[in-house]
T-cell receptor, first 115, second 108 residues
Framework: DVKVTQSSRYLVKRTGEKVFLECVQDMDHENMFWYRQDPGLGLRLIYFSYDVKMKEKGDIPEGYSVSREKKERFSLILESASTNQTSMYLC??????????????FGAGSRLTVL | AQRVTQPEKLLSVFKGAPVELKCNYSYSGSPELFWYVQYSRQRLQLLLRHISRESIKGFTADLNKGETSFHLKKPFAQEEDSAMYYCALLGGNEKLTFGTGTRLTIIP
């Protein structure tokens, strides 16, 4: 009954590497989100997308980019990973519509360590 | 700008005692507010939302627009309530803003 799938649970990368975090949802949701979760800082929105090929910057987009070529898939890209991007990354989705739809479904998370 | 403040990073409560997790918000319009919970080794999930006005797992939360608060309450804490709790606000720009979270520990 898994609805939001993040392809990698744990990744270890080196500084300067290009990193792809993949997220797929099977609920036909229009909206998809990438957050990072850090102790003491809570969840901070990196990017979100409300439609295919559309993207909007969140609160901390610097150092990240995203891709949404298909409705079900939303990828987070770190062009050149740095140690301060070591974090837990959470993908989420929700449909567009009435207020009953304003609930996020989260993936299990991808823990990225940059050495 | 919208902001959510959870003043307590850590909260420890004895089993059977009342629980209150505080949440204050800043938003110029009419917000929609949520509590999300993350149990150990589980995904972040919705606990409750203010428009539903329901009680989930014994928890309730009332939106107080005068005090701009949405505190989460439970009259009698249970061990299984130990988790990380996040308050979140949905503004008119479709952006969901989370607080920094409160880790609740129930002491047996």
């Amino acid at each position: 009954d898994v609805k939001v799938t993040q392809s990698s649970r744990y990744l270890v990368k080196r500084t300067g590497e290009k990193v792809f975090l993949e997220c797929v949802q099977d609920m036909d949701h229009e909206n998809m989100f990438w957050y990072r979760q850090d102790p003491g800082l809570g969840l901070r929105l990196i990017y979100f997308s409300y439609d295919v090929k559309m993207k909007e910057k969140g609160d901390i987009p610097e150092g990240y980019s995203v891709s949404r070529e298909k409705k079900e898939r939303f990828s987070l890209i770190l062009e050149s990973a740095s140690t301060n991007q070591t974090s837990m990354y959470l993908c989420a989705s929700r449909p567009t519509g009435n207020s009953g739809a304003n609930v996020l479904t989260f993936g299990a998370g991808s823990r990225l360590t940059v050495l | 700008a919208q902001r959510v403040t959870q003043p307590e990073k850590l909260l420890s409560v004895f089993k059977g005692a009342p629980v209150e997790l505080k949440c204050n918000y800043s938003y110029s319009g009419s917000p929609e507010l949520f509590w999300y919970v993350q149990y150990s080794r589980q995904r972040l999930q919705l606990l409750l939302r203010h428009i539903s006005r329901e009680s989930i797992k014994g928890f309730t939360a009332d939106l107080n627009k005068g005090e701009t608060s949405f505190h989460l309450k439970k009259p009698f804490a249970q061990e299984e309530d130990s988790a990380m709790y996040y308050c979140a606000l949905l503004g008119g720009n479709e952006k969901l803003t989370f607080g920094t979270g409160t880790r609740l520990t129930i002491i047996p």
